[in-house]
T-cell receptor, first 114, second 108 residues
Framework: EAQVTQNPRYLITVTGKKLTVTCSQN?????MSWYRQDPGLGLRQIYYSMNVEVTDKGDVPEGYKVSRKEKRNFPLILESPSPNQTSLYFC?????????????FGNGTRLTVT | LAKTTQPISMDSYEGQEVNITCSHN???????ITWYQQFPSQGPRFIIQGYKTKVTNEVASLFIPADRKSSTLSLPRVSLSDTAVYYC?????????FGKGTRLSVIA
């Protein structure tokens, strides 16, 4: 089944403790992206990647890192999480060959930083 | 990347047709118009996409006028399960940026 898989689904951590949220897709998509969603603010893009070893900042990259060493994986890294990073996070992927390739989203990771 | 503007919220009764309009005045020649649906605590899901005129699938219709500066998502005979947030994107290239969407509430 074609899908984008995020792990974990729920995560509670403390300020300053490094964490990684994994994202993997099995559709051979070139494009991958991370979004965060907060009440009243819609989906905001954190980072995106157009292919292996190519990553770019989105609208809200501060406090986050990503890597794209393999085509299928695009982990989101929070080196020193803070409470303002408490949010619902989504990973998404799509093909890059045409501008009309729809995004496929994962089921989300709800992160709470205390 | 064209900025889109949608109504913040809409209400509808079950069985009615719902039309959600999206404005994208600065749409580029190679931009497509794509609509997504999102239920609470789930990732957005692709509904429909078009470039011009009219597109129809089993879920919805998308109407795009000749100037392409706006588009209308049409949901026929909505049910309670159509209560969700609907996002319109006008984009031909990355990054793909979402607005705040339209919160549709379907009332019995």
């Amino acid at each position: 089944e074609a899908q984008v898989t995020q792990n974990p689904r729920y995560l509670i951590t403390v300020t300053g403790k490094k964490l990684t949220v994994t994202c993997s897709q099995n559709m051979n998509h070139e494009y991958m992206s991370w979004y965060r969603q907060d009440p009243g603010l819609g989906l905001r893009q954190i980072y995106y990647s157009m292919n292996v070893e190519v990553t770019d900042k989105g609208d809200v990259p501060e406090g986050y890192k990503v890597s794209r060493k393999e085509k299928r994986n695009f982990p989101l890294i929070l080196e020193s999480p803070s409470p303002n990073q408490t949010s619902l996070y989504f990973c998404a992927s799509s093909f890059m060959d045409r501008g009309n390739s729809p995004l496929h989203f994962g089921n989300g990771t709800r992160l709470t930083v205390t | 990347l064209a900025k889109t503007t949608q109504p913040i919220s809409m209400d509808s009764y079950e069985g009615q047709e719902v039309n959600i309009t999206c404005s994208h005045n600065n749409i580029a020649t190679n931009d497509y118009i794509t609509w997504y649906q999102q239920f609470p605590s789930q990732g957005p899901r692709f509904i429909i996409q078009g470039y011009k005129t009219k597109v129809t699938n089993e879920v919805a219709s998308l109407f795009i006028p000749a100037d392409r500066k706006s588009s209308t998502l049409s949901l026929p005979r909505v049910s309670l399960s159509d209560t969700a947030v609907y996002y319109c994107l006008a984009s031909g290239n990355t990054p793909l940026v979402f607005g705040k969407g339209t919160r549709l509430s379907v009332i019995a």
